[in-house]
């Protein structure tokens, strides 16, 4: 694939069109910036075993399939899903998709319950369809910090249990984006592909021409993911030592590393409540940073989180459209969003045309100097 650097034509799979190309530009749509890369597809070869590609999506975020189907240049797929007067979800596939190789796009974001519903009966329509393979992609997979059972408390492991819930339900293989606990895969019986925002957050931070950078990990757990980011922007590293008395309650404690003078980086995977990040903010400023920003792949926004960014010591959080953001975090004007829209559709298309979905962690990619093929 690599090369075909000069093709432009369309390859027609069943009823599906792709645009082939290359070359893309970075527009703005509202405060989400997207690109419009053309994805690539070598015709005659590798091409899916299944009749063609089709997206569905349920309530939890249709901006994002949208996107992605816009990179894929095919149009979403026809499904009603709502809910009966009690509240039990309903799904009606509006077109045939018998043979078809079919993914589902759905976060299982609050409400989390139902969007996790959405995807286990639209799987069982699809499957009761007759569709020729069922893809899960989840950009944000719920239920992923609920992965073990402290010693001696009685409580489930909940992302098992989803998992299986997956499996039964008649999902083939599942696509996620930066899972909370990597192990997690090895909970599903099917492939799990699971996927990194960081080259598109890399991109953003490039863009941004920031000096005298110093990347935060704003815990222990998180410095394997802020010493790769440190590395890819040869920056500094720093790394919050902190103690969590109780769930969503984090105290600063330490900061390990010179921040006297130099704009801390913050990098993690999802932001909940924001307390500790708000938290790590007031204690890097204390100790000499002179601009705080964050970056992450999933914003959860839970409770407060919003007003409590808002009248923080953190100067812009940057986060990810795996989640849709809430009006509140709309209007923030510290808060802002990328898409991930173009590396979902690259990893959809690889997957569908059994391509290696391995490319997209090699060092060009991972360091966001080439958003895609």
């Known amino acids: 694939m690599a090369g075909q650097k000069n093709r432009n034509a369309f390859v027609r799979t069943g009823c599906c069109r792709y645009n082939v190309g290359l070359g893309y530009k970075v527009q703005a749509e509202g405060n989400i910036m997207f690109s419009e890369r053309k994805l690539n597809i070598k015709s005659g070869e590798n091409m899916a075993a299944y009749d063609s590609l089709m997206v569905f999506t349920g309530n939890a975020n249709p901006e994002l399939a949208q996107r992605v189907v816009k990179h894929l240049d095919i149009s979403l797929g026809n499904a009603s899903v709502s809910k009966f007067s009690d509240g ?68 489930p492991i909940s992302a098992k249990l989803v998992a299986n819930m997956l499996y039964s339900a008649g999902i083939d293989r599942v696509l996620t984006v930066d899972l909370h606990a990597d192990q997690i895969q090895g909970f599903f019986d099917i492939p799990v592909d699971n996927i990194y925002a960081t080259p598109i957050l ?13 990347v935060v990990s704003p815990d222990i757990g998180g410095v394997v993911r802020a010493r790769a980011v440190a590395k890819s922007l040869n920056a500094d590293l720093a790394i919050i ?38 938290k790590a903010a007031v204690a ?46 709309k209007q923030c004007d ?10 979902l559709a690259e990893t959809v298309r690889r997957i569908s045309n059994e391509e290696s979905v391995s490319y997209l962690f090699n060092e060009e990619v991972m360091t966001g100097s080439m958003l895609l093929p």
């Not at 769930?247 to 409540?273: F, H, K, P, S, W």
């Not at 510290?334 to 590396?343: D, E, K, N, P, S």
């Open 88 to 155: 039990e979800v309903a799904v009606e596939l509006l077109e045939n998709v018998r043979g078809r190789d079919v993914f589902i796009l759905q976060p299982t974001c609050a409400p989390t319950n139902d969007n996790l519903m959405e995807i286990l009966t639209m799987a069982d329509a699809l499957k009761r369809a007759s569709a020729g393979r069922i893809t899960a992609a989840i950009p944000y997979f719920g239920y992923a910090r609920q992965d073990r059972r402290p010693r001696s408390v009685r409580v």
């Open 334 to 343: 510290r808060i802002r969003q990328v898409t991930i829209a173009g590396l």
């Open 284 to 329: 890097l400023k204390e100790r000499g940073a002179e601009r705080v920003l964050a970056y992450a792949s999933h914003a959860v926004f839970s409770g407060e989180a919003v007003s409590r960014i808002a009248s923080s010591e953190i100067d812009q959080v940057v986060v990810t459209d795996t989640i849709p953001l809430s009006d509140a975090a």
């Open 202 to 214: 890399l991109n953003d931070i490039k863009q941004q021409r920031i000096e005298n950078l110093t």
């Open 241 to 278: 030592d902190k103690r969590r008395p109780k769930a969503n309650v984090a105290e600063v404690m330490n900061i390990i590393g010179d921040i006297q003078g130099r704009t801390c980086l913050i990098v993690d995977d999802m932001i909940d409540t924001a307390n500790t990040l708000c």
